[in-house]
């Protein structure tokens, strides 16, 4: 059944989308910092995994294995850099600033590989399961798996470690966390590493679908990024993974039912009605704000 | 008269009641003092009345109009004027600057005024605006220091500019949020003095403050708050004795 | 005469401070717009419209398009009043995406081939007769009271609010007229560059609307003009490093704002302190 085998579709871009979206819902939602180099993490993880399994010649789970941690040192390295001593300029500052570091990533990495596409090396053996009427090709099982994984595994860590009591307590007030011994910076670094890690899986993740990666790619998927978050409400963890699924599905149904042109639109453009009619996000709750 | 009514006035953030029907008056040309341990609403209290948000019920009444949902700038050119706890002052302009803005409601407010004035001729609407702005200054004692940033100048001085710079709009009524605060003995005297001089010009004020002997010295009437409502309400001798008032401050025996 | 090259760098140089001044209008009232393009593209589309198809004057057609611009931009204006800092930064990169596809799938606007065949109508004396009138009217801005609003929004809105200050009005007001220089800006652009494409007015050049405001001085009156007349004309003389001229930009960006935030000029860098009488803002 052609639906269905779009949900399946959907529920892949979806899965991509939604730990993209994680990554940012943890820095522009929870610590509310500017992050415009995240897209550039994710691309920086698809070559990454490029060099591991295409120059290496290692496999898939040692591929994610790099990548995560080259990711997560990429990540704690552009806070440093560029956001954590600029913060004080206002929001401005950190913008033009990460913006800068994607703009020489994004030239480095064009310098280094060339701007065009290239082929992500298969890494899978790739087979079609039929399961009433539906085809899953091993790739999409794949993704699909390690995405849940990823989500499931931050939410538990949020919701039950010590780490990530501390992530929300920073997330709701900083001065207080500080004062009630929490170690903020540690916190926010261990944070950024968690983000930018989730984006370098989402990169070779992209990289397995899509069977090529390109220097520029991390610009489309993080404002996309952006406008899931603001979809399902930043900061909002379970509302950002619900809504990449949905943005997903969403822009897999408008291609295969009306045009491949207007997908784009359609995410911005809900992006766009959320915040004039709910502001907050599908999931988020509204905050008075005192003097 | 009554300048301002406050009618069952409540406010609730979200599941929190910061204010709890409260009802008040304040007579024309009184100084009316609102105190409470800190907590009480009394920020609160001000932000409802100079309209920084909507109150959740109850009715709030300025010069016999219903103000209960007008906004704060609307509020301000009805004659409504006021201070803030932590100095809300504009850090990159000037000390008459930061008054000048005082007067915005009373320059010719149009856009295209301004686009299709003949080139040269500085405004002379301009020029009787920043006069009026520095015989405010002066009259708050500032005149010396009109050219510095208002974030260089010390504490004290910037609390006086806030004034100043409320007092350029002109207001029947001023609501003054903590004016003495973090202040010296000396400094305190000086802001007695000057709340006394602008009520000697026929301006009401409704003033918070945490310095009792300030408090008692000049006010007439006195409303005392706490955890969001109303528990006293009279002269400063009523409230001096008023076992309520003792155990809010000091805690029950 | 001048040579036809030193003209063309002229003309983008005077393009580039309008568009620079498109970014800063909207700041000057702590609105940080990441989506300038947009309102670049429509301003280039819609004049291009009308000289093309309808054979419109250009005059016309400049103010017609700088008002379309303005008038979109007081829409969008309304709804990002409700949002601060980081989300109007998002909400307006959004908005400038879907603009970019609304031109990129309309076929009236050529759609994803563009739009050619625009005539060189764009010329020295226009660029800079628009650039006049607009600084002019900003110069005028900033020294009225208006002017003085704008600063007391920037610097504290709710004071300025309770200071008899109408914020909502005033920040829609600087919304619109940012539209309306970046709209201006994209009007002679495209009757310079002859074509246009929705490209030309995606993240990349709302980015570089930012950079020339804020390299310049973003709290400056003056600071556009001259980050945008620095930035166009550098890469001139870099030509030989032209193949790193990004990397360039982008290590100046990060260095710029871990070093001097504030960028070029200040507010204050030229204030003379007079000993009595008036002060000079």
Redesign the interface.
């Known amino acids: 059944m052609i639906f269905l085998q779009q949900v399946v579709n959907g529920l892949m871009l979806g899965c991509t989308y939604a730990l993209v979206a994680l990554g940012y819902t943890l820095i522009f939602g929870l610590l509310r910092l500017i992050h415009m180099a995240h897209g550039e993490v994710l691309m920086i993880g698809a070559y990454t995994a490029l060099v591991i399994i295409g120059y290496l010649h290692g496999n898939l789970f040692l591929a994610l294995v790099g990548t995560m941690m080259v990711t997560a040192v990429l990540g704690i390295t552009i806070y440093l850099a560029s956001i954590r001593f600029v913060e004080k300029g206002g929001h401005l500052s950190p913008l033009v600033s990460t913006i800068g570091v994607a703009i020489v990533l994004q030239e480095l990495f064009t310098k280094m590989f060339t701007g065009e596409k290239i082929a992500f090396p298969e890494t899978l053996a790739v087979k079609n399961i039929q399961l009433g009427g539906v085809t899953f090709s091993t790739v999409q099982v794949v993704i699909i798996v390690i995405a849940l994984a990823c989500m499931i595994v931050l939410y538990r860590v949020l919701k039950g470690t010590m780490i990530g009591k501390c992530i929300r307590a920073v997330s709701e007030n900083m001065e207080t966390s500080r004062l009630l011994g929490i170690p903020v910076f540690r916190v926010v670094v261990a944070t950024f590493g968690i983000a930018s890690t989730l984006a370098g899986i989402a990169g070779v993740l992209v990289g397995i679908a899509y069977h090529s990666i390109y220097p520029l790619m991390g610009i489309e998927i993080g404002l996309k990024g952006l406008a899931i978050i603001i979809i399902g409400g930043m900061g909002n963890v379970v509302g950002a993974m619900v809504s990449g699924l949905l943005v997903g599905m969403m822009e897999i149904f408008s291609v295969a039912y009306i045009s491949s042109s207007y997908k784009d639109a359609f995410t911005f453009g809900l992006m766009v009605l959320i915040l004039i009619w709910k502001p907050e996000g599908l999931f988020g709750k509204r905050a008075d704000t005192r003097v | 008269m009554s300048v301002l009514e406050i009618l069952q006035v409540s406010k609730w953030f979200g599941g929190f009641e910061a204010l709890s029907a409260i009802d008040m008056c304040v007579d024309e040309e009184a100084i009316h003092a609102v105190i409470g341990p800190n907590g009480a609403g009394k920020t609160t209290l001000f932000n409802l009345l100079s309209g920084v948000y909507p109150a959740t019920q109850g009715k709030i009444r300025f010069n016999g109009e219903d103000i209960t949902r007008s906004k704060a700038h609307q509020i301000s050119r009805m004659g409504m004027a006021r201070t803030f706890q932590n100095i809300c002052l504009f850090p990159g302009m000037t000390v008459l600057e930061n008054v000048a803005v005082g007067r915005h409601a009373y320059s010719d407010t149009s856009l295209f005024k301004v686009f299709l004035r003949p080139p040269f001729a500085k405004s002379r609407g301009e020029q009787a605006l920043l006069e009026r702005a520095a015989e405010i200054l002066d009259r708050v004692g500032l005149s010396a220091k009109r050219d510095q940033l208002a974030s260089n100048l010390p504490y004290g001085d910037q609390r006086r500019l806030e004034i100043a710079r409320a007092l350029a709009t002109e207001p029947r009524l001023l609501l003054l949020d903590e004016p003495a605060a973090g202040m010296n003995p000396n400094e305190t005297e000086g802001v007695l003095a000057l709340i006394e001089t602008i009520v000697a010009d026929g301006i009401t004020i409704l003033l918070i403050e945490h310095d009792m002997k300030l408090v008692m010295g000049i006010a007439h009437r006195i409303t005392v708050l706490n955890f969001g409502r109303k528990i006293a309400e009279g002269t400063p001798d009523d409230i001096r004795n008023n076992p309520k008032v003792v155990e809010a401050y000091l805690g029950a025996e | 005469m001048i040579d036809a090259y030193t003209e063309s760098i002229l003309i983008f140089v005077g393009i580039n401070i309008l568009l620079a001044y498109s970014f800063y209008i909207p700041?000057a009232t702590n609105q940080?717009s990441?989506g300038q393009g947009a309102f670049m593209g429509i301003g280039a589309y819609v004049s291009a419209a009308l000289t093309v198809n309808f054979h419109v004057p250009f005059a016309l057609a400049l103010a017609a398009s700088g008002l379309v611009a303005g008038a979109i931009g007081a829409v969008v204006g309304f709804?990002a009043l409700?949002?601060r800092?980081?989300?109007l930064?998002?909400?307006t990169?959004?908005?400038a995406?879907?603009v970019r596809?609304?031109f990129?799938?309309n076929e009236y606007f050529g759609g994803?081939y563009g739009f050619s065949g625009i005539d060189e109508l764009t010329n020295l004396p226009y660029v800079y007769g628009v650039l006049a009138l607009v600084l002019v009217?900003l110069f005028?801005?900033e020294?009225?009271?208006?002017g003085?609003?704008f600063?007391?929004i920037k610097?504290?809105d709710?004071?300025?609010?309770?200071?008899?200050?109408?914020?909502t009005r005033y920040k829609v007001?600087a919304f619109a007229l940012g539209a309306m220089a970046a709209g201006l800006g994209g009007a002679l652009y495209a009757h310079y560059a002859l074509f246009i494409d929705s490209n030309n007015f995606g993240?990349h050049r709302s980015?570089e609307m930012?950079?020339f405001a804020?390299f310049g001085g973003?709290?400056a009156l003056w600071g556009p003009l001259v980050g945008a007349t620095i930035l166009t004309v550098i890469p001139e003389f870099l030509r030989v490093i032209q193949e790193?001229r990004?990397?360039f930009?982008?290590?100046?960006?990060?260095l710029?704002?871990?070093f001097r935030?504030?960028g070029l000029l200040t507010?204050?860098m030229f204030r003379r302190?007079?000993p009595q009488g008036?002060?000079e803002?």
């Open positions: 700041m940080i990441g709804p409700r949002i800092g980081l989300y930064v998002i909400m990169l959004g908005f995406e879907v596809v609304f990129m799938t994803a009217l005028r801005l020294r009225s009271h208006i003085r609003a600063q007391a610097e504290n709710l004071a300025g609010e309770t200071l008899g200050i109408n914020v007001i993240f980015i930012v950079i804020v973003i709290n790193w990004m990397v930009y982008g290590l100046m960006m990060i710029l704002m871990a935030p504030q507010k204050h302190e007079k008036e002060t803002p």
